[in-house]
């Protein structure tokens, strides 16, 4: 009966996400009177789940999984849930967590309801709130299946802890070759970097910055606040910074706490990406820029004063909190 | 090799959005459709694949008459056939079991879809259609070459990339890459003529559970109004970041 999450994990620790989940599932559990019970996939050690609320731990540790592989991943969360008897499955928003629900969602026979941002509305029947239009609004959608399956928004509800311990149990489910028609064959991942989908704070620079040259106060304000750097759109077709940055409706979407735009105007399609970011800068010479409608706070003028000033007080700023 | 590209028929992300009939469905009026631009990608895709491999492209659509536009837009493009599955389209399962039923009927060797539509945003119909069928599937998908039954792709994955083989049939999820912006195929004049003959077949759906349904539909709350901050005083910008908003 209990809640099933399923913990990812990279190099053997767990993603923000996980707990972020947890503290989620924990909540949901209780309005339903029942417990989290957590899948991890080689993950090392994985005690840290108890102190947002998970209460048992499914350990799965098989060399077949050490690359992700959705249909693989898919059918162990689906064989967990069915050895667990639950009702409800959550899975967060990352790339991977997205690529395999809706095949969880068709094996376990669940209504699924991705992009899930809050609590559920409703218990009896089953409601809950989701991001639609580009965030330009909210449908409340209802699953009326036995077994549903929710897909967590990133950054939607926030990391609680609750005091608590977890059992924690092996688990080998079957996995079978036809699981991996799809083969990794290699990863590049930028190393030393904070990457967008991680980051807390994202700083992201538009054609007001005149060209790629220009970029180094972006990376030094980044640096100060340990942020991911990011672009518009015109930037990244210019070929000024690679499209990996580009964030927009077409780009990469971003949900951090603060979302920087530094010679950023604000087209339409680029708010519709970053629009979820809890908290929005917006830095630009031209008052009229359609970003400082949509944005908490703003400064008016000229970047290239400004940014430099701003690193030096946050540097300043950051010696003395730490 | 047989290309099936599923087409949404969205709001232009300009459109203002609103809902009618007691906030429970969304307001059409003055509404601009387009072809829904994660799959806009994969159609051009699928069109170098037929000018290159000679494959043949059919792009299907669940939705009702007024959705015709797009698919003729299209076949104006360079599609060579499409399929209009006639039905309202409730949940994002609803629409895959229609797109697995075309699939499994048509012998698609290779079916692209956009990773996620613009409107709903669910992204989830892709993987149901992959799940229903048992096929392969490649969600998040920036690039894709296909060599006999051999297939060569990218995904995009949090923080970079991973190059991926696989074999048909495939379904994949799109995305910006497969193609880039400035090689997006616009319909030119002859296009427009020769799609006005090209087949438009309807189909009738065939029956789905209904596992979720869309309610009710809210928008955000207004948001206050910007605080400005003077250029000369960057060090209240700093305050309000870390005491008010607490994001520093």
């Not at chain 1, 540790?61 to 499955?89: C, H, M, P, R, S």
């Not at chain 2, 499994?104 to 069928?133: F, H, Q, T, W």
């Not at chain 2, 319909?187 to 003529?193: F, L, Q, V």
């Not at chain 2, 759906?205 to 000369?232: G, H, I, Q």
Request: hydrophobic share 40%.
């Amino acid at each position: 009966m209990s809640i099933l999450i399923y913990a990812e994990s990279a190099e053997g620790k767990f993603k923000k996400v996980a707990f972020e989940l947890a503290s989620y599932a924990k909540k949901v559990a209780e309005s339903l009177g029942t417990t989290v019970t957590a899948l991890t996939v080689n993950t090392g050690d994985v005690s840290e789940l108890a102190k947002y609320g998970v209460d048992k731990v499914l350990k799965v540790n098989n060399d077949k999984l050490a690359g992700f592989t959705a249909k693989a991943y898919a059918d162990v969360i689906k064989q967990a849930a069915e050895k667990e008897g639950t009702k409800v499955v959550l899975l967060s928003s990352t790339t991977d967590s997205i690529y395999l629900s809706s095949l969880v969602a068709v094996a376990l026979n669940a209504g699924f309801a991705s992009n899930v941002v809050g609590l559920p509305v409703s218990t009896s029947p089953f409601q809950v709130k989701r991001n639609a239009f580009s965030n330009k609004a909210f449908n409340i959608t209802e699953i009326s299946t036995d077994v549903k399956v929710l897909g967590l928004a990133k950054n939607s509800y926030g990391i609680f802890e609750s005091a608590g311990s977890a059992t924690e149990e092996d688990f080998n489910p079957s996995i079978g070759d036809n699981d991996f028609g799809v083969k990794v064959e290699s990863v590049e991942k930028v190393s030393g970097k904070v990457s967008i989908a991680d980051a807390d704070i994202v700083v992201s620079g538009g054609r007001g910055l005149k060209g790629p040259e220009n970029w180094g106060m972006i990376e030094d304000l980044a640096a100060v606040l340990g942020a991911a750097t990011a672009c518009s759109k015109p930037v990244s077709d210019l070929g000024w910074r690679p499209h990996s940055e580009h964030v927009g409706q077409t780009g990469k979407p971003v949900a951090t706490n603060l979302y920087i735009a530094i010679g950023i105007s604000g087209a339409i399609q680029h708010i519709a990406g970053i629009n979820s970011s809890k908290v929005k800068v917006v830095i630009n010479n031209d008052p009229e820029a359609p970003f400082f409608k949509v944005a908490d706070y703003g400064v008016v003028g000229d970047a290239f004063t400004i940014v430099p000033q701003l690193i030096e007080k946050l540097k300043a700023f950051k010696a003395q909190h730490s | 090799m047989k290309i099936l590209v599923c087409i949404s028929h969205v709001p232009d992300t300009t459109s203002k959005i609103n809902f009618s009939n007691g906030d429970s469905e969304f307001d059409t009026n003055g509404v601009q459709y387009v072809i829904n631009p994660n799959d806009e990608f994969g159609l051009t895709r699928a069109i170098w694949f037929q000018e290159q491999q000679g494959a043949t492209v059919t792009v299907v659509n669940v939705g009702g008459p007024d959705t015709e536009p797009s698919l003729r837009k299209a076949l104006a493009i360079g599609a060579n056939e499409a399929i209009r599955v006639n039905a309202n389209p409730t949940d994002g399962f609803f629409v895959a079991k229609q797109l697995a039923e075309v699939i499994k009927n048509g012998g698609y060797d290779l079916v692209i879809a956009g990773k996620e539509s613009l409107d709903y945003n669910g992204g989830m119909v892709p993987g149901m259609i992959a799940g229903i069928l048992g096929s392969n599937f490649l969600n998040s998908c920036t690039a894709i070459t296909v060599d006999g039954n051999n297939v060569k792709a990218v995904r995009e994955i949090d923080g970079g990339k991973e190059t991926l083989s696989t074999s048909l049939p495939l379904i994949i999820g799109g995305q910006k890459g497969l193609v880039e912006e400035k090689d997006l195929r616009i319909p030119n004049m002859r296009g427009i003529m020769t799609a006005r003959t090209k087949a438009l077949t309807i189909l009738e759906p065939v029956d789905a559970p209904v596992n979720t349904k869309a309610v009710k539909f809210e928008k955000p709350a207004p948001k206050s109004a910007v605080k400005l901050v003077s250029p000369d005083n960057l060090d209240e910008l700093i305050n309000l970041l870390h005491n008010e908003a607490k994001v520093i």
